[in-house]
């Protein structure tokens, strides 16, 4: 039996219905949660991170402690410290999500974590960038790569650093 199109569509409405209301309720009460008021700025913000973050993930994977050491290529029962490390020395990117830190997976080829996260984590610090906002500016597109995300040389350091550099360096 075949359906016809305005009942696709009705169908469809009618589940995109259902997940507004899940996403409406799960807002408010998390909302509640902190016993405080949000405006609306922020909590446009808290989603456009959350949904940058889901695109991370869904792009290009974000790995726990103990698979960013795996990655890494830690032979240890205890893996996750080698990325916790990592982060800590400023050769590696995460971001907090929940009680979590996770690594972008994109920081790492067949052969490890790339090294030119360190030169970038080194340069993001020296204009106060925080590991966070330097994911972010990497899943951008920029003018400084003719609308590419910076994500999308990390294959090439050079260009990669020299279009933080500029960006990072920019002054208001």
């Known amino acids: 039996m075949t359906v016809a199109p305005e009942e696709r569509i009705a169908e469809e409405v009618a589940r995109e219905v259902v997940k507004t209301r899940r996403i409406v309720g799960a807002l408010g009460e998390a909302i509640r949660a902190a016993h405080s ?3 609306p700025a922020l909590a446009a913000a808290t989603q456009a991170r959350e949904n940058l973050y889901d695109e991370i993930e869904a792009e290009f994977g974000l790995l726990t402690s103990a698979q960013a050491g795996e ?3 830690s032979r240890s029962t205890a893996k996750r410290n080698l990325a916790s490390a990592a982060y800590r020395d400023g050769r590696l990117l995460a971001l907090r999500r ?5 690594y972008p997976a994109f920081q790492f080829s067949e052969s490890g974590l790339r090294p030119v996260i360190a030169d ?3 340069l993001g610090r020296q204009h106060h960038r925080t590991s966070a906002g330097i994911i972010q500016w990497l899943m951008a597109p920029t003018t400084y790569l003719a609308g590419r995300r910076p994500v999308d040389v ?7 650093l020299a279009a933080a550099g500029d960006a990072f360096g920019v002054q208001w």
């Open 120 to 122: 970038l984590i080194a």
């Open 98 to 102: 929940g009680n979590y830190m996770l």
């Open 71 to 73: 990655a890494m290529g």
């Open 37 to 39: 008021t949000a405006s």
């Open 154 to 160: 990390i294959d090439a350091p050079e260009q990669l």
